[in-house]
């Protein structure tokens, strides 16, 4: 699906106007804050543990549990993007990761701090849905991949600026108040959004006449509701139950639930092009199960096995962040230079290289560490800038910030099992070991699913069987003739 380019090295900015630019520094402000109140939790994880007396696999599922409505809010605010517009879902979206934030540092208890993380999870989800798409539709078509890439750099940035806050805030205070500092930002971002212009591409198709697909019409409009909002319950309660910790028996059990509860889903809102949805779903679970161990346990890891104090883990973060955000960026010249596909893929090999010796190394070697996790992150985490530009561009406009949305945001689920498997794993292996290995098998499973893009060749497949029957009868009663 993606699309090579013969084009000499590209002078992109020289394509872009002061309009361009104001819509993707208002998305890119969004997703900044995004990572700055997202990845609070992993930070004060341990902190957290200690006051709510939690073991480490149930301080985990804190982590998961904002992925736990991800998909929810990326089904319903992408539908109101798609319907109203990309502008109000931005708005939206921010509005309520904010206040989920704020909410967390007031949490009383491990269930308090679970719900409100769910509300972050909402307006996260949004955010991914509404602002990736909005910035996507904003720029010239060329180069979009770039726009994918620096868009999404804004949400390590944030992370790293968490990171600098909980280094000078924790010592000295409590981990409440990093959650009460993450709604500062957050006013400019919504005032700059207010201000932005509707995105091009989607006005032009509203100035047309064309009507949005409406997900959330589709799903709970009419007599469908009847079944949906029960199948939307039983899906979110399975999570839950998951995330909680079960049996292996039980596990399997409720993950098929959990999977013929999306495939229904997806079947009533993708018609046609539910194969692709749910190869998306698989592709997109898979890229966060290879990313999301190493980003939320990370900050665990070098406090418990490399007994860093806060200074010394902001220090790592920030050579992480930074490798994350300038990978990003070159994810995105890359995927507009050679191809969406041959970018990621490539960025992904590459970061193979350098699992193991992020883990192989001791507390004795600082500075090497700091410099393994800027390669590792600027290549595996960086790949994922263009991510959602190789998901977007197997939708059409009509349902592509709702599908990008709803597609992307059951596939983060990937993200809800990676903290709690790799605690888990961390019993008979070691954290560091458990990160390493998750992430090593996982990235080659998204380099096989995306370098062959098989969501794309099982859609063509299903479209070829969808028109063999009529073709078949049309020979049938030629030679009848």
């Known amino acids: 699906m993606s699309t090579y380019s013969d084009a000499p090295p590209l002078r992109w ?8 630019w104001k819509a993707f520094s208002a998305a890119w402000l969004g997703y900044a804050t995004d990572g700055f109140d997202f990845v609070l939790i992993t930070l004060v994880l341990t902190e957290i543990a200690k006051d709510f007396h939690l073991s480490s696999v149930t301080a985990a599922t804190l982590v998961s549990a904002a992925f736990v409505s991800r998909w929810f809010g ?5 539908a109101l993007g798609d319907r109203l517009g990309r502008r109000p879902a931005m708005v939206l979206s921010i509005a309520l990761y904010a206040v989920g934030s704020v909410l967390c540092g007031f949490s009383w208890d491990y269930w308090s701090l679970f719900a409100f993380r769910m509300v972050v999870g909402l307006g996260m989800a949004g955010e991914y849905s509404a602002s990736a798409t909005y910035v996507i539709e904003s720029w010239p078509r060329r180069i979009r991949n770039t726009a994918s890439g620096m868009l999404l750099s804004g949400y390590p940035v944030g992370s790293v600026l968490a990171a600098e806050a909980y280094r000078w805030v924790v010592p000295h205070s409590n981990w409440r108040v990093l959650f009460w500092i993450g709604i500062l930002p957050v006013v400019l971002a919504v005032y700059l959004r207010r201000r932005l212009p509707e995105a091009a591409e989607w006005q032009q198709e509203h100035d047309t006449g064309a009507r949005p697909a409406g997900a959330t019409g589709l799903l709970f409009g009419g007599r469908r509701k009847v079944w949906n909002l029960p199948i939307c319950v039983i899906a979110a309660l399975s999570l839950l139950v998951v995330l909680r910790g079960q049996s292996l028996a039980v596990t399997l059990l409720l993950v098929a639930l959990l999977v013929a509860c999306f495939a229904a889903l997806s079947v009533q809102f993708a018609g046609r092009l539910w194969p692709v949805v749910v190869a998306l779903m698989v592709t997109v679970f898979s890229a966060f199960l290879y990313s999301w161990p190493l980003q939320s346990l990370l900050p665990t890891y070098l ?3 490399l007994h860093y104090d806060p200074a010394q883990v902001s220090n790592a ?37 350098f699992v193991y010796p992020v883990f192989a190394l001791g507390r004795g070697h600082t ?26 561009e197997h939708y059409p406009v009509r349902l592509r910030a709702a599908g990008l949305g709803f597609s992307y945001n059951v596939g983060a689920l990937g993200g809800a099992a990676a903290p709690v498997l790799g605690a888990k794993l961390a019993g008979p292996l070691s954290l560091g070991t458990s990160i390493a290995v998750l992430g090593f098998a996982l990235t080659a499973v998204v380099v096989l699913l995306v370098g062959f ?13 969808r028109a063999e029957p009529p073709a078949r009868l049309a020979s049938t009663t030629t030679e009848k003739v």
């Open 453 to 465: 893009d098989v969501p794309g060749r099982i859609q063509r497949a299903a479209d070829r069987r």
């Open 367 to 392: 500075v090497a560490l700091w410099v393994l996790l800027f390669l590792l992150l600027g290549t595996s985490q960086g790949a994922s800038g263009i991510l959602p530009k190789y998901v977007s």
């Open 74 to 78: 990326g089904l319903a605010i992408g």
């Open 13 to 20: 900015r020289a394509e872009l106007s002061g309009q361009n």
């Open 303 to 305: 406090k418990t096995e």
């Open 317 to 353: 973060l920030l050579y992480a962040g930074f490798g994350y955000a300038v990978g990003s960026v070159v994810a995105g010249y890359l995927g507009d230079r050679f191809g969406t596909r041959r970018a990621y893929t490539g960025m992904l090999i590459a970061s193979l290289a």
